[in-house]
């Protein structure tokens, strides 16, 4: 049984990085932290079992986001069973790898526009309408984007994840331009540099993750638990000072502006389709 007096954090994308210390983040807060991610459900099933033991409440479930009525079918289900969201983080990436055009098929071109722009708006179209009928009697609600530096600059090789975040950007852009009148709290977070989460760049690095941190330095890479208080902020700023869009890197990077990718991070990855 869960508690419906607690708010719910929903986080989808609630792999060991990011998501995964921000669901622990929201719990010891006081909110039942629902966290969903594609695959690992032993490791999803960790990532409970760590919130319950710092006293927290959590509940995960395997969602391919990509599967129309995925996203729209967890957000019913959550504020039925659950309780009401106050607060979503979508994590999601949207990385098929750096790619020449000739070598980016329409099928994995399309893949990186519904994980990186269609799926917010899937969840904003499910959620939003919950959030607003919650703020009209009071009580006002966040919806929080992990983003990349993708999302405003375009490189080489990056027409699929450049597309999809750029078009994640302006969809936030527009989403907060609509529903702020409303209540509800839009934040888009450019993650400019590399974050330390084993299932993301980890993965991507394979043997040469360990050498690549230590070849950051101290304080070199994106630690998420940090990271994680800067959503828990952006959660509960004052209505007066919200903050619509923030940019993160370590202190040693250089920002997406006066920058080039890192070859070590650069890598090419083939998509799941």
């Avoid at 069973?81 to 990436?93: F, K, R, S």
């Avoid at 890197?249 to 650069?266: F, G, L, M, S, Y």
């Amino acid at each position: 049984m869960t508690d419906r007096r607690k708010p719910v954090f929903l986080v989808i994308g609630a792999g060991a990085g990011i998501g995964g210390n921000a669901a622990l983040r929201f719990a010891a807060g006081g909110y039942h932290a629902v966290l969903a991610r594609r695959s690992d459900e032993a490791g999803l099933a960790r990532m409970v079992a760590e919130i319950e033991a710092a006293s927290g409440t959590a509940s995960g479930t395997l969602l391919n986001a990509a599967e129309d009525g995925s996203i729209e079918e967890l957000v019913e289900r959550t504020e039925r069973d659950i309780g009401p969201v106050h607060t979503a983080l979508y994590n999601l990436g949207a990385q098929i790898g750096t790619r020449a055009l000739d070598q980016t098929p329409h099928r994995t071109f399309e893949l990186g526009w519904r994980l990186g722009t269609y799926g917010v708006f899937r969840l904003a179209h499910a959620l939003l309408p919950h959030m607003t009928a919650r703020a009209a009697e009071g009580t006002l609600g966040t919806l929080l984007v992990t983003s990349s530096t993708a999302s405003v600059r375009g490189n080489a090789g990056q027409h699929s994840h450049a597309a999809a975040m750029g078009g994640r950007r302006m969809l936030c852009q527009t989403l907060n331009a609509e529903f702020a009148a409303q209540g509800i709290h839009v934040a888009h977070v450019i993650v400019d540099g590399p974050v330390d989460a084993p299932d993301t760049l980890g993965k991507l690095l394979g043997d040469s993750f360990g050498a690549f941190k230590q070849a950051k330095g101290k304080d070199g890479v994106i630690d998420p638990a940090a990271l994680a208080e800067t959503y828990w902020h952006l959660a509960h700023q004052p209505r007066s000072c919200w903050t619509h869009e923030v940019d993160v890197r370590p202190w040693t990077d250089t920002p997406w502006w006066n920058d080039n990718p890192d070859p070590q991070v650069a890598v090419t990855r083939r998509p799941q389709i």
